[in-house]
Every structure is written in structure tokens, then in C-alpha cells.
């Protein structure tokens, strides 16, 4: 951000050059690349945390409503089968 483009030098920020993140999106603002932008001590962070609902969720579950079915109807969030990952995909 700048008050002129001109301000504005690179179009791209370098390995924990950021002054500041505006994060709209949890998931992207975590990830590795938006990370490493990060440095502590430098970066400063507005994170919006608010959950939404993916469309996956919500058909899912209208699907396992409508049908009564929960065994048969997946919820993509959770893996199928005898796995010990948890329902996030990470391994305990």
C-alpha cells in the first residue's frame, strides 16, 4: 500500500520484507507462501477469522438430510476408511 504508485517498487514482496498483511481469507493468509512474506517483529496482521461454510458442506449435508443416510453419504471434509488422519487430513 502507498498513497502514489509510484511509492510502489516491486510487484512482488521478498522473503519477510511484509510491513503488513491484510488477510480476507484465513486459508490463504496461513499459507507457506504468504508466510514467508511474514517476518516477526516486522509484520503486522488483520486476519478476518470468520467461518464460512464451504459448498461441499452444505450439499453434503443436504444430501445426508434429505436422505437420512449419513454412512453412505460422505462429508468430504472427513476421509473414508481405516486411516489415522484426523478429519483436517493431519496425521496424529
Not at 461454510?53 to 449435508?61: A, E, Q, V
Not at 434429505?66 to 462429508?75: E, F, P, Q, Y
Request: with cysteine.
Amino acid at each position: 500500500m502507498a498513497e502514489r504508485q509510484d511509492d510502489i517498487h516491486a510487484a512482488r514482496i521478498a522473503t519477510g520484507e511484509a510491513d503488513l498483511v491484510l488477510g480476507c481469507d484465513i486459508v490463504v493468509a496461513t499459507a507457506p507462501d504468504s508466510l514467508a512474506k511474514m517476518h516477526s517483529g516486522k509484520t503486522h496482521a488483520v486476519i478476518n477469522s470468520d467461518f464460512s461454510m464451504t459448498s461441499d458442506f452444505i450439499r453434503t449435508f443436504a444430501a445426508q438430510a434429505a436422505s437420512g443416510d449419513v454412512a453412505h453419504v460422505h462429508d468430504p471434509q472427513f476421509h473414508s476408511g481405516h486411516s489415522s488422519a484426523s478429519p483436517l487430513g493431519w496425521r496424529r
